[in-house]
Nanobody, 120 residues
Framework: VQVEESGGGSAQPGGSLRDSCAPS????????MTWYRQAPGREREFVSSIDRYEIKKYADAVKGRFTISRDKSKKTFYLQMNRLNEEDTAMYYC???????????????WGRGTSVTVSS
């Protein structure tokens, strides 16, 4: 399993950015996708996740501002980040978990990470 991650960038407070992650690998995989972020000098933290049942979860810090989604036709996941603030500045990493038909995780992979900088 591999994950191609792209997006991120710079924005002013109140602005928007989008991160994309496209997993590839075994054709039997049903993917869960989780985004984490790590700000300078801080531990990596959970941001959002979506599972194969489309159940979505968000950290309290981003709830109502970030939206996670899946485009099945493009086999790509998105993290839409709106109403950004300076505390959102971090490296963002996605992690894909490949589940087989029984629901067991068979493999996982991390994206390379993208930088999100929010400043005025």
């Amino acid at each position: 399993v591999q994950v191609e991650e792209s997006g991120g960038g710079s924005a002013q407070p109140g602005g928007s950015l989008r991160d994309s992650c496209a997993p590839s690998g075994d054709s039997y995989c049903n993917y869960d996708m989780t985004w984490y972020r790590q700000a300078p000098g801080r531990e990596r933290e959970f941001v959002s996740s979506i599972d194969r049942y489309e159940i979505k979860k968000y950290a309290d810090a981003v709830k109502g501002r970030f939206t996670i989604s899946r485009d099945k036709s493009k086999k790509t996941f998105y993290l839409q980040m709106n109403r950004l603030n300076e505390e959102d500045t971090a490296m963002y990493y996605c992690k894909a978990d490949c589940r087989d038909g029984t629901g067991r995780i068979r493999a996982n992979a991390w994206g390379r990470g993208t930088s999100v900088t929010v400043s005025s």
